[in-house]
């Protein structure tokens, strides 16, 4: 046991020390802040007036510019002039001295016009659709006091649609919200346990072709060596895991709880992170990681210099990347058959059912069977690797054939 001990406090440390350890875990926070903060200070930001639109009105119908500002867009100065001042402002709209746009309404033929004059048609195009709306709405009120109606039936004519949303499951969780965040989320496990699991398979390959793993094997039993160095390197994953969410939790709090954070166009909703979906996730990635690092090590023994890692872990990569491929489809049906079944495969496991939990409400037997059948698949897994990793660490100079395998494992 004290050679366990050993190993593993060793490898602990070794992956704790790395500069890949500490880049990468600077790397992630600062794009889980951008991802979080940033949006929010964009807004703020975007609340400071870009610059002034100046109207004329020949019609009457512009009493005040409160309407523009509200309705129309709060990011310019909405000024109104009066026709002497025309010239001027077309002057200062030619040199672009803080004036963006000008806004003609006019009347013709007991029609309104509205001309919006710009440097360029895209400098228009951010407020041209509401501004449209609102002058339309404008001249109709006009209108509607000419023909002196009383308030009742101006309320009749004017009424607008009103739009209800009936939702039948209320409180569930909604897709549009929830994708890009277990989208990332999910990522992010893909990418940690990829990480870890082929640094074992590294560092198994790397320490047979030194021949230090012949000196330590007169000094620690294989299995002791083998689950020494994925417990260590799997506690410094955990732990990297562990600093990465709570720091997203942190900025979270401090953000306003995770909601109405929009990036891009997407709005993100990151209040699905509850104790649940934390403890869930913590566990698919302990159960993840140890299933693809046992396969990994056992794949790391099978080569005799480090420069046949790649070759030899490519199916588990393959496996890995299929997982997170197989989560993402899953993403646009979260109760789809496809989703559901594939969630109670070992192999993919980890990913798809996280991806139901964050976007769904599987039942708690669900989520059970998926973390038990994990769980003992795992097992199995651990068993096969310390077998094949007992063969392979003594193989040099020849191809691990499975029939090679098979016959050395049965001898054990």
Same mark, same amino acid.
């Given at each position: 046991?004290r050679?366990f001990?050993?190993?593993?406090?060793?490898s602990?440390?070794?992956?704790?020390r790395?500069?890949?350890?500490k880049?990468?875990?600077v790397?992630?926070?600062?794009l889980?802040?951008?991802?979080?903060?940033?949006?929010?200070?964009?807004s703020?930001a975007?609340?400071t007036?870009?610059g @002034?639109?100046?109207?004329? @009105?020949?019609?009457?119908?512009?009493?005040?510019?409160d309407?523009f500002?509200?309705?129309?867009?709060?990011?310019?100065t909405?000024r109104?002039?009066?026709?002497?001042?025309?010239?001027?402002?077309?002057a200062?709209?030619e040199?672009?001295?803080?004036?963006?746009?000008?806004?003609?309404?006019?009347?013709?033929?007991?029609?309104?016009?509205l001309?919006?004059?710009?440097n360029?048609k @895209?400098?228009?195009?951010?407020?041209?659709g509401?501004?449209?709306?609102?002058?339309?709405?404008l001249y109709?009120?006009?209108q509607?006091?000419?023909?002196?109606?009383?308030?009742?039936?101006k309320?009749r004519v004017?009424?607008?649609?009103?739009?209800?949303?009936?939702?039948?499951?209320?409180?569930?969780?909604?897709?549009?919200t929830?994708?890009?965040?277990?989208?990332l989320?999910?990522?992010?496990l893909y990418?940690?346990?990829?990480?870890?699991?082929?640094?074992?398979?590294?560092?198994?390959s790397?320490e047979?072709?030194?021949?230090?793993k012949?000196?330590?094997?007169?000094?620690?039993?294989?299995?002791?060596?083998?689950?020494?160095k994925?417990?260590?390197?799997?506690?410094?994953?955990l732990l990297?895991?562990?600093?990465i969410?709570g720091?997203?939790?942190l900025?979270l709090?401090?953000?306003?709880?995770?909601?109405?954070?929009?990036?891009?166009?997407f709005?993100l @909703?990151?209040?699905?992170?509850?104790?649940?979906?934390?403890?869930?996730?913590s566990?698919?990635?302990?159960?993840?990681?140890?299933?693809y690092?046992?396969?990994?090590?056992?794949a790391?023994?099978?080569?005799s210099?480090?420069?046949?890692?790649n070759q030899?872990t490519?199916p588990?990569?393959?496996?890995?990347?299929?997982?997170?491929v197989l989560?993402v489809?899953?993403m646009m049906?979260?109760?789809?058959?496809?989703?559901t079944?594939?969630?109670?495969?070992?192999?993919f496991?980890p990913f798809?059912?996280?991806?139901?939990v964050?976007?769904s409400?599987?039942?708690?037997?669900e989520?059970?069977?998926?973390?038990g059948?994990?769980l003992?698949?795992?097992?199995a897994?651990c068993?096969?690797s310390?077998?094949?990793y007992?063969?392979?660490?003594?193989?040099?100079?020849?191809?691990?054939?499975?029939?090679?395998?098979?016959?050395?494992?049965?001898s054990?």
């Amino acid at each position: 046991m004290r050679q366990f001990g050993l190993v593993f406090t060793y490898s602990f440390m070794e992956r704790l020390r790395s500069k890949a350890f500490k880049i990468m875990t600077v790397i992630m926070i600062v794009l889980l802040a951008a991802l979080i903060i940033l949006p929010k200070f964009l807004s703020t930001a975007a609340e400071t007036t870009d610059g @002034d639109i100046v109207i004329l @009105d020949q019609t009457g119908i512009v009493h005040n510019t409160d309407g523009f500002k509200e309705q129309v867009s709060d990011s310019y100065t909405w000024r109104v002039i009066q026709g002497a001042d025309l010239a001027a402002e077309q002057a200062r709209l030619e040199k672009e001295d803080e004036v963006l746009g000008i806004v003609t309404i006019t009347e013709e033929n007991h029609q309104p016009v509205l001309t919006v004059t710009v440097n360029k048609k @895209d400098d228009s195009s951010a407020y041209l659709g509401q501004l449209n709306y609102y002058v339309q709405n404008l001249y109709t009120m006009s209108q509607l006091e000419r023909l002196e109606l009383n308030q009742a039936d101006k309320e009749r004519v004017t009424a607008s649609l009103k739009v209800q949303i009936e939702e039948l499951k209320a409180g569930s969780k909604s897709i549009t919200t929830t994708y890009m965040p277990i989208y990332l989320i999910t990522f992010l496990l893909y990418f940690l346990i990829y990480l870890y699991g082929g640094n074992v398979a590294t560092s198994v390959s790397v320490e047979k072709g030194s021949r230090v793993k012949e000196i330590l094997i007169t000094k620690v039993k294989p299995t002791q060596l083998l689950f020494g160095k994925v417990l260590g390197v799997g506690l410094a994953g955990l732990l990297q895991f562990a600093i990465i969410i709570g720091a997203a939790c942190l900025m979270l709090s401090v953000n306003g709880g995770g909601t109405d954070i929009e990036l891009l166009g997407f709005q993100l @909703d990151f209040t699905f992170l509850d104790v649940k979906t934390i403890v869930v996730l913590s566990i698919f990635f302990i159960l993840g990681y140890f299933f693809y690092a046992a396969l990994f090590a056992a794949a790391g023994s099978l080569v005799s210099r480090s420069e046949e890692i790649n070759q030899v872990t490519l199916p588990v990569s393959l496996l890995l990347m299929g997982a997170l491929v197989l989560a993402v489809f899953s993403m646009m049906n979260v109760d789809g058959s496809l989703a559901t079944i594939t969630s109670y495969i070992p192999f993919f496991t980890p990913f798809v059912m996280f991806a139901r939990v964050g976007m769904s409400d599987p039942s708690l037997m669900e989520i059970s069977v998926s973390i038990g059948i994990l769980l003992i698949t795992t097992l199995a897994a651990c068993w096969l690797s310390a077998k094949i990793y007992q063969i392979g660490v003594l193989l040099y100079g020849q191809k691990p054939s499975p029939k090679l395998i098979y016959k050395a494992m049965r001898s054990l």
